[in-house]
């Protein structure tokens, strides 16, 4: 079968003599071919590429001498003469196959790299591939692996010469096609800028699990125990590289490394220690389930953990909260709440936010008039118009939310709720509003509360040390400092003591 004006009047594909990079005639045409000399793509005088010992050469090379327009006028496309497949000189070459047997790679002559002269054009192209020796092709050496002297070229095997090449797509129609720009790439919106690593807490280099848990046998094994060697190796370990430390030690040693930590420590240093070798998603699933058994419930806790977490984070809480307690952790906080505030904790704990980081202002817009229309603007309070939006909405497209709201009532969504909510569902908004403006300040209000006044929350501080230790700890020491106008580092010297506050300093990393 054959169309008009392609493939090629005489020769099929692949072409019958010649190397690649085509000598004269090659690919692409030489008269009518792609792209056009005079007038076309790219310009010959002046333009790019350059004429004379430019990119690509002008003579024999890419693109051709003389051209017409796309698509060709003589012979269609590809043109007839030397088209593509091209007749004469095309790919894939019969004297030497792929690769040629002579100027082949490394080329002898001006090649890439040449062995006379490394790389370097040929004399007379100037240009980029350059011109191999007739008969020669790219790739090849004498005798080298390709296609033996004489043999049928092409690859594959191709019709005999003048047969048409069968079921080729028709060239298309119509005048030149838009070319787009050299090295442009299509557009995918705003890209987000990355941060960088704002934890405290970095991998050890080379760090080695039999090694580490071999310090931690020998800190615990005989009379006393160790406690410095234990803090100065978890204090300078990852989550990374920690957690795999709990198998290796049962590997090595035939015994539960939870155990014998318990064993051998007490109170509160027992306690961050077992929660530095947990994995994430057991800890938060730890803490929710002490949040929510018992007489009392810790609402705070369990906004913190779910208003805080990432998606796949909380479907992996999921997970480990059914396999480990029996029971789904929508149920246990559905039998331990109530109202809008259980309303709140059930769709957070869904795991089902919009994660997008392009923000739609004119839909921000709307959101922020729809809170205003469901609090301020109304008697009483539409609070499952609150839950919609704080609950689903993406980040950053709530933070564009509340700074719309604030330009169109005056007045700061978190007073907002103060004035219009009341207990644990008021808290609970308010917290989640908190902890999307400005997470890290979120956290250090979370961490001045616990030490601030008589006593420590003690559970708080450990949560919120371990888990923020390798995300955000230098952003959250800097809203400490500003907020409170004291270090983080001193106010945890000031409210703890021993081994506890050693590690804990450990996990802070620093003084500001």
């Not at 839909?363 to 939006?389: C, M, P, R």
């Amino acid at each position: 079968m054959s169309y008009p004006g392609y493939p090629p009047q005489a020769g099929g594909y692949p072409p019958q003599a010649g190397g690649y990079p085509q000598q004269p005639g090659a690919y692409p045409p030489q008269a009518g071919g792609y792209p056009p000399q005079a007038g076309g793509y790219p310009p010959q005088a002046g333009g790019y590429p350059p004429q004379a010992g430019g990119y690509p050469p002008q003579a024999g090379g890419y693109p051709q001498q003389a051209g017409g327009s796309y698509p060709p006028q003589a012979g269609g496309y590809p043109a007839g003469a030397g088209g593509f497949p091209p007749q004469a000189g095309g790919f894939p070459p019969q004297a030497g196959g792929y690769p040629a047997q002579g100027g082949g790679y490394p080329a002898q002559a001006g090649g890439f790299p040449g062995q006379a002269g490394g790389y370097q054009p040929q004399a007379g192209a100037g240009g980029y591939p350059s011109m191999p020796p007739a008969g020669g092709g790219w790739g090849g050496a004498p005798a080298g692996y390709g296609m033996p002297a004489g043999g049928q070229q092409g690859y594959p095997q191709g019709p005999a010469p003048g047969q048409p090449m069968p079921n080729y797509p028709g060239a298309p129609g119509g005048g030149n096609p838009p070319m787009p720009g050299y090295g442009s790439a299509p557009s995918s919106g705003p890209v987000p800028i990355a941060k960088g690593f704002r934890g405290s807490i970095k991998d050890f280099p080379s760090a080695d699990p039999l090694r580490d848990v071999e310090v931690l046998r020998k800190a615990m094994k005989g009379f006393g125990t160790n406690e410095s060697a234990i803090i100065e190796l978890l204090g300078n370990r990852s989550m990374r590289q920690r957690v795999p430390l709990v198998a290796a030690y049962k590997t090595t040693y035939g015994k539960d490394l939870f155990k014998d930590l318990k064993s051998e420590l007490t109170g509160n240093f027992e306690n961050l220690v077992i929660a530095t070798l947990m994995k994430p998603s057991a800890f938060d699933a730890a803490e929710l389930r002490e949040a929510i058994k018992g007489a009392g419930t810790d609402e705070a806790c369990l906004i913190e953990i779910l208003s805080s977490r990432t998606n796949a984070e909380i479907g992996e809480i999921n997970q480990v909260y059914k396999a480990e307690y029996g029971k789904s952790l929508e149920d246990s906080i559905s039998n331990d709440t109530s109202g809008h505030f259980r309303r709140l904790l059930v769709s957070l704990c869904q795991g089902n936010r919009d994660e997008r980081e392009n923000v739609d202002v004119a839909l921000a817009k709307q959101d922020a008039q729809k809170l205003h229309a469901a609090g301020e603007n109304k008697v009483g309070t539409d609070e499952s118009q609150f839950n919609a939006i704080l609950c689903a909405r993406s980040v950053p497209h709530l933070r564009t939310v509340f700074h719309e709201y604030q330009q169109m009532c005056g007045r700061d969504i978190v007073k907002s709720i103060c004035r219009e909510m009341s207990g644990n569902v008021e808290s609970g908004m308010v917290a989640v509003v908190k902890c999307i403006r400005n997470t890290p300040a979120y956290f250090a209000e979370r961490l001045h509360k616990a030490m601030q006044g008589a006593g420590t929350k003690d559970r708080t501080l450990i949560r919120v040390m371990v888990s923020r230790s390798e995300k955000d700890m230098l952003d959250i020491r800097q809203e400490y400092l500003k907020n409170y106008q004291k270090s983080l580092y001193t106010h945890i010297s000031g409210d703890t003591s021993g081994d506890y506050q050693k590690l804990l300093l450990k996990l802070c990393g620093g003084s500001d």
